[in-house]
């Protein structure tokens, strides 16, 4: 893999001056994980500035009672800086980043982003733009735990996951992980949009049949 190609790809490499794309380029590095494995926990190192190049990422965070909850998720092309909290000092909840599917990450060091956000006003202004646009995702999730109603939040998945056909291919366990429920739940709530003549249980697949009447519950 060409890591410059990728390098050039985050979104400041442009603004900045020669020597600071040098410090970049000297400090990068492409990093590989298996489905299942864990990139960044709250006990880890300070990992940096994080690019997926391919692959996909569950940020989740674990309460005291041992339940995990996910707070979004990251596919190519995605970059994320939560990990990066011995640099960004306001970053003050803990979270855990798992590889869900074969995982490539562009890593920028810390030392070497606390560099350039030392030094070019664009890359410590996108740096705090990336975090509050994942804290905001991480804020509406819990939101909905808290305030909204499961059929709610199970409609809004699936629409939001359905492919143009109006296809969701993912199994009950996987959506459950999704929307931070049990996978009983879930499989209570979809008998009911059944019977409600909303989806179609299909051989791993779910196949959603009134669009309009989903929307409704929203």
Not at 13 to 40: C, F, P, W
Request: net charge negative.
């Amino acid at each position: 893999m060409d890591v410059r190609a990728y390098a050039e790809k985050i979104s400041f490499y442009d603004r900045l001056t020669k020597e600071e794309q040098d410090t970049l380029m000297a400090n990068v590095s492409l990093k590989t994980y298996g489905r299942g494995e864990m990139i960044h926990s709250c006990t880890g190192s300070c990992l940096g500035l994080i690019y997926v190049i391919e692959g996909d990422i569950r940020v989740s965070i674990i309460s005291e009672e041992g339940r995990e909850i996910t707070l979004y998720r990251l596919s190519e092309g995605d970059t994320c800086v939560i990990s990066a909290a011995c640099v960004l000092h306001e970053i003050t909840f803990e979270s855990g980043m798992t590889a869900t599917s074969d995982t490539t990450l562009l890593v920028l060091n810390s030392k070497a982003l606390a560099k350039l956000m030392d030094t070019n006003p664009e890359v410590r202004s996108y740096s705090y733009e990336i975090a509050t646009r994942r804290f905001s995702a991480a804020l509406f999730v819990l939101q909905e735990i808290i305030f909204a109603r499961m059929d709610r939040r199970l409609a809004r998945f699936l629409l939001e996951q359905a492919d143009t056909s109006g296809e969701i291919r993912m199994t009950q366990e996987k959506i459950a992980e999704s929307i931070n429920s049990a996978r009983e739940v879930v499989a209570r709530m979809l008998r009911q949009f059944v019977v409600d003549d909303l989806v179609e249980l299909k051989r791993g697949c779910i196949v959603i049949k009134d669009e309009a009447g989903l929307e409704a519950l929203l």
